[in-house]
């Protein structure tokens, strides 16, 4: 059994199918996320004529990726959570993206669950950076991270308060069982992007926030050596 | 001018306009929220014979609310800020309600700004919990807050770091100006029921994060004691 | 008790809340009406280039501003009733304004029920006109009613038959009871802009028709005088 | 060239194409709509278990029907037009019908418009008419007309201000040209139904008003005892 | 009764309703299709300024064309049937068309269903090619068939597996009863444009294929006789 | 190269991910397509109470499938191909299942395309039959193809006419350059389930049909026997 401050095993499959420059299978668990990305010229409306770029995501639930078929996304309304769950993988890699040095130009990040057990959202965070930064050394070959446009790396965790207990990376069972629930996004370098901590019909204290975010940063010090691996 | 560690000035009219148990016209500053409440026999479908009750929110921008004219929300599709919005408002009022005690009961807010300057969906969390707890006293007569289902009181304030400053309780000026936003929702007896931080192409350090949240506990006192004077 | 050629009282508060030039809470009886208007340089794509103007309105209710919480129309879909009333608070606005001598501006006007008791659309409208000008004199300082482009003055008001006898200014239940409910809309000068007139499972002969005009007139100019008041 | 105060030819083929009860090709001039109507034992849920049934009218144009082809109606979103002309049409024909006596049924009138050159609305009501007699007594064989359900006959007519003329039944190009058009509604008894008239940029005083009225019920006049003799 | 080898009495009323310049009311038996078509200046975007054109096509059936009213496609989606059946006109009448010849210019054929007994889509084809010769010689007068943009004519049928027989023809009730259902559409030169060949929960062999075909090349070959009548 | 008789080569991995009791993840050269499915006790509501069952598919292409990303289809609006695809899939799993036997279950078949290389639907065919194979095993434990409910097997290819040759299994280059393309989808005993052949601005000849048909049914062939193995 695992320990509560232990990640579970992370597998990264790169380059998977797709046609994108950009594209990783990435498994932590028995969550599976497949990350693609690109790199377009045309910026939306918003942003034509001011020399600065883009980074957007979309993120979807595999029909058969849950254990109970989920319906797809179709009736003309993206769900809140999907939305929720999609703005937040946007802002993670902009945080790490210098746009002006980016120049006009539309980075797209696809992150399809395949197969779903907790921490998707977060996975795809991982995954989807390293599938950006593929995409953009493939507009901009030989782009080094730390040097602009790509600023610094980015990883997320999930932590929780299970039973009390301060526990890292919720799988579906923890992530239920959980009385609060907080996805952290970190630099490599070691600086929060995101921190959203949730109690659904409950609550948390000082001491516990405190330990949360302890194991999150240890947890992602891991991945983030994980991610310059492979990129190397 | 106001301190970086001053709330802005707070009114409250209760009952207000409409038609509902709960009806409280919120101000902050120059930012005012119209909370309305009410309780019906009817829970969701999928709550139906569970014999426990659900809090539900909606929020909403008037068109007018903001400088320039704002599009209503009528295109079949909620933009992805008002669902998250009105997801943090439900999950915020849920957490002191006590869904058992509450019963096969729905309990329905409605936050409508009518003017925005900064600070709505915490405007919206302090005032709709006024109106919730009239809303369910119209159906629970004489229900006292500390006792199911109203298990304690909720409020919300946001802090941000401005020019290299941690400010309390953003307007849209120092909201547009911030490098890092958080929010912070927090119960009557000091515990934490969510903390959304977010830097838009920026970070924040454990300093920072210390600092912010202990401005925003601060906050959230003040406007608990006030919360507590109006309902007494 | 109200005579049934008695109006209801009428409350208005300018400027209110909102960051709209115009911007008036119009009360009449229970029913309360927040009504903003704001000018832009921006036609409908339709108009470009022809070197006028256009007016248009958006009527909407407050999910609480009825006695049982209405729906709000988020569904991609705008209810029947509400096209209905927005084509006619727009007509109405617009038979009083020289859409040439406004030049290619863009006149919006929202109209939002705070709280329902029959008779909003006229209230809409009478109250919507006292935003317009104040909106429209943003754009072009000084400009008097009676010169273009504000030609004229509009207000509006029900008349119907209820239990038999013709009444002026149906509330909700006044409204509920009648067998014809009739809408009309006249300019300060007392001429007629619209007539609406239905019998829902009902019919009305001439005699009826004669003594719906004469109450709806007399009751308008009531409302001219006053709008003339406020804007004086 | 029509005389102001006379009708356009009329037209009416009936039973015409389609597989409903009542099925009518109406024209009026170079206006054709075809009015079909059936009669389902099913009524809107809302009506379930209250012993009385209901009467709803569908309209629409076909894309060809006018000069400059017109988009369908498939967006989501009925137009603005077409939801009101179609209320009209539904609430004109529940006018003269006694729901009580129809029992649990839902008679449902759809007219497609398939050539318009004005007065679409006015003729979809009264070709709908007799189209939804035909469907009624298809479900209560031998049923006559002044006895319920049938209370009564109905018909409409348009009538409008041109070059400071009033006119009868406006074709395309006359109500192009018209200041002030007005559709009314009767019975074959000579009572109002529904009266609709609207100054688009314009106004109309009490004697134009007057003379539009007379012109009116002398049109509907012949349209009934051309329905009476159709249905006889 | 009719042969398995015989078509439906064909009807054709030519110029019908509508204002188009193709204006063609087909009746195949009890199945009568309105087939409208007119010509624009304005390609779809993706076609401007590649010096060719583009031939479209809608269909719908009015809700009282089948014995049960059927819902207008008005939620906003266009049934999955619907829209495989206008894809399949569009690509029939394109097949007989040179659009290079045809110039930058749009043909748009409506077919809209006013009775249905079976049929519906390859009346459409076959009653649409005449509207659509139409409208193409409005805007090119004198252009012969067989002479570029119209290189051909097309018609189609359809055949069947009923009961173990090949049946040409299929009305509803045939079709209903049919285990294998095929529509062919050709051109007037006697070469296959579409095949489509359908076991519902059934599938055929070899020499019933043969058949099939067969007995569709007949009546597709009497049907374009027809055709060549008409617009003679 | 590949003779124009010789099908790409096929790989399959089963199960692959997802949570889902079918799970396939087939490839035909650089086609990739993940078939997953699973067996529901609810059937749709129209089929309720009739003792028999169904089986339906949704297709779908992740956005980065295609060289140039794709837009999901999440605007309320499933495009005419998507339908056509997944009807088209549906029913040809539907031929070979005795819906009767299958008693009252719901099979629901997803075919997501991660890599697009032409062919993709009938990919999605001869894998989404092994996975429901799978699905309905794991409902109905032992069951044999060739005994109710899975009378026999299903596969399909695309063969075409490219510079006046005829070809098996386009790829998306040689789809690109055929003048006719038809997809054919027959039983594991030789009979045809489908045949779509269609020439987009083309047209085709019986000799050319013939020959179309000969290839496609030798290449099921070969599918078939790769089918068994898998299934053995």
Same mark, same amino acid.
């Given at each position: ?41 045309? #910026? ?10 883009? #980074? ?102 999930? #932590? ?9 990376? /919720? ?13 952290? #996004? ?44 492979? /990129?190397?």
């Amino acid at each position: 059994m695992r320990a509560s401050d232990q990640l579970r095993d992370i597998e990264i499959q790169r380059p998977y199918l797709g046609q994108s420059p950009g594209s990783v299978l990435y498994r932590s668990g028995d969550t599976a996320v497949l990350c693609t990305a690109s790199v377009s010229d045309r #910026v939306p409306d918003w942003m034509v004529g001011k020399g600065k770029g883009w #980074v957007t995501a979309e993120y979807a639930m595999l029909p058969h990726s849950t254990g109970t078929r989920k319906s797809r996304d179709r009736g003309g309304k993206v769900d809140g959570r999907t939305t929720e769950i999609q703005r937040l993988i946007g802002r993670s890699l902009r945080a790490v993206v210098d746009l002006q040095a980016l120049g006009e130009r539309m980075v797209t990040v696809d992150c399809d669950v395949l197969q779903a057990d907790g921490g998707t959202r977060t996975a795809a965070i991982t995954g989807g950076y390293i599938a950006m930064v593929d995409a953009i050394r493939s507009a901009l070959p030989g782009c080094l991270i730390g040097t602009p446009p790509l600023t610094d790396s980015v990883a997320a965790v999930s #932590v929780g308060v299970v039973d009390g207990r301060v526990v890292l990376d /919720l799988d579906y069972e923890l992530d239920f069982a959980a009385a609060v629930d907080m996805n952290v #996004v970190m630099t490599g370098s070691g600086r929060f992007v995101e921190i959203q901590g949730t109690g659904e019909e409950a609550t948390f204290d000082d001491a516990e926030l405190t330990e949360l975010l302890r194991l999150a940063r240890q947890g992602i010090e891991q991945l983030t050596a994980r991610q310059q691996q492979i /990129l190397a």
